[in-house]
């Protein structure tokens, strides 16, 4: 067995594989950690990935991990690319299988205290207008032509048809919709697996989750994001479902078959890759952002049915209630962005692998209601501790491409969760914290258990130290429905 790559700290958040740590790199990679999280990579395999990522044609800087850095197919999730436009590369690796997975967050007028005796009977109802759990399906299906219109028209589809309110929009990243998006470059197999499923959680680590707002860190910045302390509030994180997968799947097999046809050979497969400018590359762009409008839409729709379950629950309306959209921010993406690099301003397309964007104020690409303010950065945690608002920095364009990590990240994989956990101890120390979880499956508990995931206030701790994010809100759960 190959000895560790040896992780040189730069200051107390960074720490670099040096290029010629590893056969083939490029240029450095970077991780951002410290030392009470390196305990759970310092033998990952996730840090011999993130040196086969600087192995990259055309990769720019360096290859970056987040502080929820854990092992996944290609890139390590957490992981953050950048590629220069005329010998770069796009690789689905660095993108993910679930494309688009993405947090939104809901705010309401209620209280604590106003939803906590009818806890259990909203968890059930969001639980019944919600579909979760592997293959969950949500109903209708969508007809050929209807599936055309989710793919290119994102959540703005839903809202056309009365499913949200247009201030929805502007609160999401793209405004929930990507251009360049194709259809016909969606398999009839993508197709088909997504057409009952708009408006569904699925299973893993997605899950909606009742949240109150337990301390406010920048006053400033939760009053432009219209959050309170001890305000309720309802996460929810789910992607492109088995469409996005099957895009994945698609792609990568003609990617990885079309390296093999002319000999190429990458330091791992699973990094399979076509140059940008390549028609595979361009296909592939297209589907992707296909796949990430149907995620927009599945986030849209489920944001309908958790109106429709408080509505039910409190006997009064949305709009009443208060319930409106803060922000829908994406991972697993990756965008054409303008950064000023080591050697100037250029124009780069930017894998975000279990990584989001965390643009600060006045970049163009922050919706122009929190322009003034910076973007909303949402960072959950697991189901048993907190999740957390943030705000993007200046200083995240100049260290991480303008990134973030997406959440806890895992300690454990969900086998050895499964294997370590049990499903009765976890619920009865979920009900002691006041916690109500509903799921469809006991799997989906002990593989999601608080204990597979890592310290969520050092992996924020780490965040804000290394200049990505600013704290704003810290939030604890009180009902969860999980797959």
Same mark, same amino acid.
Not at 110 to 136: M, N
């Given at each position: 067995?190959?000895?560790?790559?040896?992780?040189?700290?730069?200051? @107390?958040?960074?720490?670099?594989? @040096?290029?010629?740590?590893?056969?083939?790199?490029?240029?450095?990679?970077?991780?951002?950690?410290?030392?009470?999280?390196?305990?759970?990579?310092?033998?990952?395999?996730?840090?011999?990935?993130?040196?086969?990522?600087?192995?990259?044609?055309?990769?720019?800087?360096?290859?970056?991990?987040?502080?929820?850095?854990?092992?996944?197919?290609?890139?390590?999730?957490?992981?953050?690319?950048?590629?220069?436009?005329?010998?770069?590369?796009?690789?689905?690796?660095?993108?993910?299988?679930?494309?688009?997975?993405?947090?939104?967050?809901?705010?309401?007028?209620?209280?604590?205290?106003?939803?906590?005796?009818?806890?259990?009977?909203?968890?059930?109802?969001?639980?019944?207008?919600?579909?979760?759990?592997?293959?969950?399906?949500?109903?209708?299906?969508?007809?050929?032509?209807?599936?055309?219109?989710?793919?290119?028209?994102?959540?703005?589809?839903?809202?056309?048809?009365?499913?949200?309110?247009?201030?929805?929009?502007?609160?999401?990243?793209?405004?929930?919709?990507?251009?360049?998006?194709?259809?016909?470059?969606?398999?009839?197999?993508?197709?088909?697996?997504?057409?009952?499923?708009?408006?569904? /959680?699925?299973?893993?680590?997605?899950? /909606?989750?009742?949240?109150?707002?337990?301390? /406010?860190?920048?006053?400033?910045?939760?009053?432009?994001?219209?959050?309170?302390?001890?305000?309720?509030?309802?996460?929810?994180?789910?992607?492109?479902?088995?469409?996005?997968?099957?895009?994945?799947?698609?792609?990568?097999?003609?990617?990885?078959?079309?390296?093999?046809?002319?000999?190429?050979?990458?330091?791992?497969?699973?990094?399979?890759?076509?140059?940008?400018?390549?028609?595979?590359?361009?296909?592939?762009?297209?589907?992707?952002?296909?796949?990430?409008?149907?995620?927009?839409?599945?986030?849209?729709?489920?944001?309908?049915?958790?109106?429709?379950?408080?509505?039910?629950?409190?006997?009064?309306?949305?709009?009443?209630?208060?319930?409106?959209?803060?922000?829908?921010?994406?991972?697993?993406?990756?965008?054409?962005?303008?950064?000023?690099?080591?050697?100037?301003?250029?124009?780069?397309?930017?894998?975000?692998?279990?990584?989001?964007?965390?643009?600060?104020?006045?970049?163009?690409?922050?919706?122009?209601?929190?322009?003034?303010?910076?973007?909303?950065?949402?960072?959950?945690?697991?189901?048993?501790?907190?999740?957390?608002?943030?705000?993007?920095?200046?200083?995240?364009?100049?260290?991480?491409?303008?990134?973030?990590?997406?959440?806890?990240?895992?300690?454990?994989?969900?086998?050895?969760?499964?294997?370590?956990?049990?499903?009765?101890?976890?619920?009865?120390?979920?009900?002691?914290?006041?916690?109500?979880?509903?799921?469809?499956?006991?799997?989906?508990?002990?593989? @999601?258990?608080?204990?597979?995931?890592?310290?969520?206030?050092?992996?924020?701790?780490?965040?804000?130290?290394?200049?990505?994010?600013?704290?704003?809100?810290?939030?604890?759960?009180?009902?969860?429905?999980?797959?």
């Amino acid at each position: 067995m190959a000895a560790p790559l040896r992780l040189v700290p730069r200051d @107390e958040f960074t720490y670099d594989i @040096e290029v010629d740590a590893a056969r083939g790199m490029r240029v450095p990679g970077r991780l951002f950690s410290s030392p009470a999280l390196l305990g759970d990579v310092a033998h990952d395999p996730a840090i011999d990935q993130l040196a086969n990522v600087a192995t990259l044609p055309g990769i720019v800087e360096r290859a970056l991990a987040m502080p929820d850095i854990h092992f996944g197919y290609g890139f390590p999730v957490g992981g953050v690319a950048a590629f220069d436009l005329n010998d770069g590369i796009v690789s689905p690796g660095g993108i993910g299988y679930d494309i688009n997975c993405g947090v939104r967050l809901l705010r309401t007028r209620l209280t604590e205290t106003e939803v906590r005796p009818k806890l259990a009977e909203l968890t059930e109802q969001l639980y019944r207008a919600v579909p979760a759990g592997v293959g969950s399906k949500a109903g209708s299906l969508l007809r050929e032509s209807e599936m055309d219109e989710v793919l290119v028209g994102g959540a703005r589809w839903l809202v056309e048809k009365g499913g949200g309110t247009p201030t929805d929009l502007t609160v999401q990243e793209e405004n929930g919709c990507l251009a360049g998006a194709d259809p016909q470059r969606v398999s009839p197999e993508a197709r088909k697996r997504g057409s009952r499923q708009l408006g569904t /959680l699925g299973s893993g680590n997605h899950f /909606l989750e009742v949240q109150k707002v337990d301390q /406010l860190f920048d006053p400033a910045s939760a009053e432009a994001f219209g959050l309170e302390e001890r305000q309720v509030v309802v996460m929810l994180h789910t992607g492109s479902r088995g469409l996005g997968h099957q895009v994945a799947t698609d792609y990568i097999r003609k990617m990885d078959l079309d390296l093999l046809q002319r000999g190429v050979k990458l330091v791992d497969r699973q990094l399979c890759c076509a140059p940008i400018s390549s028609d595979g590359a361009q296909e592939y762009l297209a589907a992707m952002a296909a796949a990430a409008n149907f995620a927009w839409a599945n986030r849209q729709a489920i944001t309908a049915g958790v109106r429709r379950a408080f509505e039910g629950t409190f006997g009064r309306s949305a709009d009443d209630l208060g319930i409106e959209v803060v922000y829908d921010i994406a991972h697993n993406m990756a965008k054409f962005e303008s950064h000023v690099t080591e050697s100037g301003p250029r124009r780069l397309l930017v894998h975000r692998k279990g990584a989001t964007r965390a643009f600060p104020a006045g970049r163009d690409e922050v919706s122009e209601v929190y322009r003034s303010s910076g973007q909303p950065v949402l960072i959950p945690g697991d189901m048993g501790t907190a999740s957390y608002v943030l705000v993007g920095l200046p200083t995240s364009m100049i260290r991480s491409f303008g990134s973030s990590c997406h959440g806890a990240g895992r300690r454990l994989s969900r086998s050895a969760a499964a294997r370590t956990f049990r499903f009765d101890d976890v619920t009865r120390s979920l009900r002691g914290r006041g916690i109500v979880v509903r799921s469809s499956s006991r799997e989906g508990v002990t593989e @999601e258990a608080p204990g597979a995931y890592k310290d969520i206030e050092e992996v924020v701790r780490v965040a804000e130290g290394a200049g990505l994010t600013r704290r704003v809100a810290r939030l604890t759960p009180m009902g969860v429905v999980k797959g």
